[in-house]
């Protein structure tokens, strides 16, 4: 097969798939006896009630182009560091495929080769072999792994006197100067001094421009927002969903959000008659599909009802940045609404007045509870709407700026 | 480091053809892990080396300590069993003989010891980074043999001083011992190491029993006690065609010259056939080579999650 790519990085026409997963599945089975006495003392049926099946991935399937960057987004134990690991070829899947090519390498833990007794010289050398490098490529890397590093005289210093910095440094060193097609991170990036993670940083950015493909497993949504092409969300080993990150990011945290809600609920009368039905976020004196310009006034629309009927209660709505933080919130109790009994269907609308948000998409997310602060209902992201550009400056508020010289 | 822009790396990665690298389909056959080891010699010669610099890096004696511990064993042996117990009365050139012995089985010893333990000894690269896990008891195999080599010398060196050095040509016997020894050492060697990780009673299990194969051979008594109390039965053949028992003979054969009969002593009877015997356990050595590898192929799959 041959491929002439001719389009810019960016656009993505005649990229070769890097990494194809075909329906991987992989089950744990988790034993709770390990000697030879209690294997032999719990053989056969009661051995099976010792053992129990847990599938860390459940059919997965995608499809990696290269020069993509994927972060991997899910909950503690949804399956993502498992997948990376499947990928990387050190687990081996229960069922199913992993295809690849090109080289890879694997950040899975930062100085994973180095051995304490050894020189920072020394280590270089093993875990640049480690990560498929020749003895010539290394040595003619090793001027810029120094100095990437930048750990100076101590290069030839054994590691166990490295301080946790050094010893990181070095580590990431070697991993970014291995020339992988392929790189796999997890959870690395959120180490070192500031000025290191700005190095990391661009690195990746750089990594990027070359059309490395990088796979990510990140706590950081912020990160996922920043970096990834594409967010692939894993909830108990299966693909929720895989797209742009954003919006992947919204869904993971309706999904954190409806975990809580579920717990709250469980207990609760009062909770599971409540019901957020629907929420509308538009701009006054404008269409629901358009978008809100700099100082229009922003209207939305929340319908509730309580099936028990409730007294006191209080509505707040958040606005939720596209990067994922909160920019603003506000609710009927802050804005001096006297709460009338709620039992049937009504609206709650609230207007903000002159919004000035900076460009992009912005997500609503509504909150009910009692007065006293008692949660009643949540609807994480049930609303979105986008901002046009405002010519005059980037980021979060559109404000207006004089400049004289 | 040359520019490549990321139409030249799409293109070449588009030539490339996708490699199945792990879960079905995937090619994991004796000659496929070969390979596989072979494109890694590089670093295996770096663990190699890792562990043998690592070892006494901070000793002020360093190498020499590895030479300590067989030394003192041939003390032990040549004083309290060859002299106290008199073990070695009969038996010319007594200390050659027991630590030509000792060199060859003490091979044999490390190889087993360290290889059992070498999978779950570097669960931190296993659990972190793809590697043939086989260069791991091979790693463990190249440092014994070094360890081995240096012991060797010495041993080579005493013979010199006692003016018995090996010229002859049963020293050609060397050369299978070994052999069977690196055979065996690596097939035992992945079996006891992919097993220990799932059931770590192994490494103990194999520290019991490799004590028990030291004094199931002619190692510090010579096999004519052995023979005049079994005479030839088919408990001598047992004892006489264990593979271990077969190197340390030949090694023997090749070392100490001892064996010829002198006016005082009968000649050393060592087994007839000697070349066929260790043909056939070099042979049967290779094939379990291929079996425990097979094993360990279908075990590797579960180390990361294991350890």
């Known amino acids: 097969m041959t491929v002439i790519a001719s389009s810019p990085a960016g656009t993505s026409t005649a990229r070769p798939d890097v990494v194809v997963i075909d329906d991987v599945s992989k089950r744990f089975v988790i034993r709770k006896d390990k000697s030879i006495k209690e294997r032999i003392v719990t053989l056969g049926r009661a051995g099976r009630a010792n053992r129990e099946d847990f599938w860390a991935l459940d059919g997965v399937d995608l499809h990696i182009p290269a020069g993509e960057t994927i972060a991997l987004i899910g909950h503690n134990g949804s399956g993502k560091s498992t997948l990376l690991k499947v990928i990387g070829g050190i687990i081996d899947p229960s069922s199913g495929s992993i295809r690849r090519r090109g080289r890879i390498a694997a950040l899975l833990e930062l100085g994973a080769g180095f051995h304490p007794d050894l020189t920072g010289r020394e280590n270089v050398f093993l875990n640049a072999s480690i990560l498929g490098m020749s003895h010539e490529e290394t040595e003619a890397r090793f001027a810029d792994i120094l100095d990437f590093a930048d750990i100076g005289d101590f290069i030839d210093t054994q590691v166990k006197f490295y301080s946790s910095g050094m010893y990181v440094r070095l580590a990431f060193a070697v991993a970014v100067h291995t020339d992988p097609d392929l790189l796999l991170v997890d959870e690395v990036l959120a180490v070192g001094d500031e000025a290191f993670q700005r190095k990391c940083m661009d690195k990746i950015e750089s990594f990027q421009k070359e059309g490395r493909t990088i796979i990510l497993v990140t706590h950081s949504l912020q990160q996922v927002v920043e970096l990834a092409d594409r967010a692939v969300l894993l909830d108990h080993g299966k693909v929720v969903m895989s797209g742009d990150p954003r919006e992947a990011v919204a869904v993971f945290r309706d999904l954190l959000g409806g975990r809580a809600v579920d717990d709250a609920q469980a207990d609760s009368k009062i909770a599971a008659d409540a019901r957020i039905h629907t929420v509308a976020a538009r701009a006054v004196g404008r269409a629901a599909d358009e978008p809100v310009q700099q100082g229009d006034d922003l209207e939305i629309a929340v319908e509730i009802e309580h099936k028990s009927g409730i007294d006191d209660w209080v509505c707040a709505a958040h606005v939720i940045s596209p990067a994922g933080g909160a920019v603003f919130a506000t609710s009927t109790e802050m804005l001096g609404l006297e709460p009338t009994p709620l039992r049937e269907r009504r609206t709650v609308r609230f207007v903000l007045k002159n919004v000035n948000f900076g460009e992009g998409r912005y997500f609503v997310t509504i909150g009910l509870s009692t007065s006293t602060g008692r949660h009643l209902a949540e609807y994480t992201i049930a609303a979105s709407f986008d901002m046009t550009e405002f010519a005059r400056a980037v980021g979060l508020v559109a404000l207006d700026a004089e400049v004289s010289a | ?307």
């Open chain 2, 1 to 307: 480091m040359a520019l490549i822009t990321a139409e030249d790396r799409f293109a070449r990665l588009a030539a490339e053809p996708l490699v199945t690298v792990s879960g079905d389909g995937k090619s994991n056959g004796f000659f496929a892990s070969l390979r596989e080891v072979l494109a890694h010699r590089e670093m295996l010669g770096l663990l190699v080396r890792r562990d043998l610099k690592s070892r006494y890096k901070d000793s002020a004696l360093g190498f020499a300590w590895s030479l300590v511990r067989p030394l003192i064993q041939l003390l032990i042996y040549y004083v309290v069993i060859g002299k106290f117990l008199r073990a070695g009365e009969g038996t010319p050139e007594y200390a050659i003989f027991v630590f030509s012995g000792l060199t060859i089985y003490g091979f044999f010893n490390e190889i087993i010891a360290s290889s059992t333990s070498s999978i779950v000894g570097n669960s931190g690269l296993i659990k972190k980074i793809y590697l043939p896990r086989e260069v791991f008891p091979l790693a463990s195999l190249g440092s014994a043999g070094f360890n081995f080599l240096v012991q060797l010398a010495v041993l080579l060196a005493a013979a010199l001083v006692t003016g018995s050095f090996p010229v002859h040509l049963d020293l050609l016997y060397a050369l299978p011992a070994i052999a069977l020894i690196v055979v065996l050492g690596f097939a035992f060697g992945l079996l006891l190491a992919a097993a220990n990780v799932f059931l770590r009673d192994i490494q103990y299990l194999v520290e019991v029993l490799m004590m028990l194969l030291m004094w199931a051979s002619p190692i510090v008594y010579p096999i004519g006690t052995v023979k005049d109390l079994l005479g030839n039965g088919w408990l001598m053949q047992v004892y006489e065609n264990n593979p271990i028992t077969l190197a340390v003979l030949a090694f023997q054969k090749a070392i100490w010259l001892g064996a010829a009969a002198t006016p005082t002593t009968p000649a050393y009877p060592f087994p007839d056939d000697l070349w066929l015997r260790l043909g056939i356990a070099i042979v049967v050595g290779l094939g379990l080579v291929l079996v425990f590898q097979r094993v360990f192929t279908r075990l590797e799959g579960n180390f990361a999650q294991e350890i």
